[in-house]
């Protein structure tokens, strides 16, 4: 049975898929159709940290997120829609580099962002110190600093983007799962559904960590691996002051970040692979002891007002890692008709804002 025919079909209802659809309405594509298996916001975005910051060593992904940032400081007004939020923090982004070739790295690609648009430079301790007094800075010798960076909110990101697809014309369908591509030799046709089969003349997957056995359907093996990480956070005696920056900190191996947390609490992540998965459906929930006490005492570290922190919460969520940590986007090649967008890696919310025009734009043929 076939249930109706789309100028483009996204795939997934994540923050990604969200910002694409809203983009293909916002250039000019006719009919859209946005299907997600669950609802809206349930699988990756949802368990992100939401950081928006411009800090990247390859050019083309700052000045994505140059670009994202400037939409998250301005939600409403980009997507004309007076009521949208996305719960945009504007708290500023530390960035912390021991001395040596991490320090000397870390300069470079300073000066490479703000030559692609990026509002950062280098700061002093004391700069760094009235910013963020809770800080222990003796063993940093580099400090970047992005003044207009933040934090923002998934869902409300997500139901924005959405809600906007939805007002300028895209339809939307939850609890609507994938169970398959139609084909014509090499050229994808449509998708088949619970509901029914829909046909377009473009097919775009934003489903990040789950896009392998999307891409299998069509015969192609995608170089992505997935991995799980755990959030953590945590609570001291004195509330986290949510106006404090955000820190990264190059010192630590699984290059640690915080930032503040609802409650006076401060949220702890890393930025390193994580632990292999086969299934993003089937990750471990469970959080272990030791590494607890492994982000507990590097927070400890940085911020000796924590050494006696008591863990409030945690959680853990799925990246998308292509072998060169960069994302992968636009058409397939050898399958006409079908579009991707993921590896991500940890880094889709921060740039779907730039990523859903791009992706949308190449669909669209501009």
């Known amino acids: 049975m076939s249930e109706g025919r789309y100028d483009a079909i996204v795939i997934g209802g994540g923050v990604v898929g969200s910002s694409i659809a809203f983009h293909l309405k916002r250039l000019g594509c006719g009919n859209v159709l946005l299907l997600e298996r669950g609802q809206a916001c349930t699988g990756g975005t949802a368990k992100s940290c939401a950081i928006i910051r411009t800090h990247y060593s390859i050019p083309t992904n700052t000045e994505l997120a140059v670009g994202s940032l400037e939409v998250f400081r301005n939600f409403a007004d ?28 870390l300069r470079q690609n300073l000066a490479m962002q703000a030559q692609h648009g990026a509002e950062t430079y280098e700061i002093s301790h004391e700069e760094a110190r009235i910013m963020h007094p809770r800080l222990n800075l003796d063993d940093i010798a580099v400090i ?38 139609i084909e014509d030799g090499d050229r994808i046709l449509g998708v088949r559904t619970a509901e029914g ?26 170089p992505l691996q997935t991995s799980r990480h755990t959030v953590l956070t945590f609570k001291s005696a004195e509330p986290y002051d949510p106006r404090l920056p955000i820190v990264k ?12 947390a609802s409650g006076g609490a401060v949220l702890v992540g890393t930025g390193d692979h994580g632990d292999p998965i086969a299934d993003p459906d089937a990750m471990d929930e469970n959080v272990s002891d030791d590494f607890v006490l492994l982000l507990g005492g590097q927070l400890a570290h940085r911020m000796p007002h924590f050494a006696a922190g008591e863990l409030v919460d945690s959680w853990v ?10 994302p992968v986007l636009g058409p397939v090649e050898g399958v006409e008709g079908l579009h ?8 889709g919310f921060k740039l779907s804002p730039m990523v859903g025009k791009c992706v949308a734009q190449m669909v669209m043929g501009q």
């Not at 900190?249 to 503040?260: A, L, Q, W």
């Not at 799925?318 to 940590?325: E, G």
């Not at 991707?340 to 880094?347: D, E, N, P, R």
């Open 317 to 326: 969520g799925p990246y998308d890692i292509p072998p060169d940590w960069n």
């Open 144 to 181: 970047g600093y992005e003044p207009q960076s933040g934090y923002a909110d998934p869902y409300m990101t997500t139901m924005g983007f959405l809600n906007a697809a939805r007002r300028i014309g895209a339809e939307v369908k939850l609890d609507c799962p994938v169970t398959g591509l």
């Open 340 to 347: 991707v967008a993921y590896g991500f890696s940890g880094h």
């Open 249 to 260: 900190d190059m010192t630590t191996e699984n290059k640690m970040y915080f930032r503040p």
């Open 197 to 222: 089969d829909f046909m377009a003349g473009a097919v775009v997957a934003a489903i990040g960590p789950w896009s392998r056995p999307l891409a299998a359907w069509a015969g192609i093996e995608l």
């Open 78 to 105: 980009y997507l004309g829609d007076p009521g949208a939020e996305s719960g945009f923090t504007h708290s500023r982004y530390l960035i912390l580099a021991p001395g040596g070739h991490s320090g000397d790295l």
